[in-house]
């Protein structure tokens, strides 16, 4: 049975950078896309970034703006996501998780989740 576990999250202030890891334990990802979503108490999951596993295709949230990147080790089974700039909007709990549909920016479309891991930057 695959897992997922995030890392990497943690106190930053504004203007810095944070490196977010999802690694999947059991087995590799055989899913088509590994995305990553972020949610705040109160509000509903948000999209993040996706990446496709076999051809590395990515898509970011629109208020992304070039500050975050996804990337995929299919060696390593995992899939980082580097943020820079980051801003105290951006604080929440950061989930990687696994989909079938190619490049999907919708939760519902995701069926494996991590526990998430939470990021939080002081302004």
């Known amino acids: 049975q695959v897992q997922l576990v995030e890392s990497g999250g943690g106190l930053v202030q504004a203007g810095g950078s944070l490196r977010l890891s999802c690694a999947a334990s059991?087995?590799?990802?055989?899913?088509?896309?590994i995305g990553w979503f972020r949610q705040v108490p109160g509000k509903d999951r948000e999209f993040v970034a996706a990446i496709t596993r076999r051809l590395g295709a990515t898509t970011y949230g629109d208020f992304v703006k070039g500050r975050f990147t996804i990337s995929r080790d299919n060696a390593k089974n995992t899939v980082d996501l580097q943020m820079n700039s980051l801003k105290s909007e951006d604080t929440a709990v950061y989930y990687c998780?696994?989909?079938?549909?190619?490049?999907?920016?919708?939760?519902?479309?995701?069926?494996?989740w991590g526990q998430g891991t939470q990021v939080t930057v002081s302004s």
């Open positions: 059991g087995r590799t990802f055989s899913s088509v896309t």
């Open positions: 998780a696994t989909s079938g549909t190619s490049l999907s920016r919708l939760p519902l479309n995701y069926n494996l």
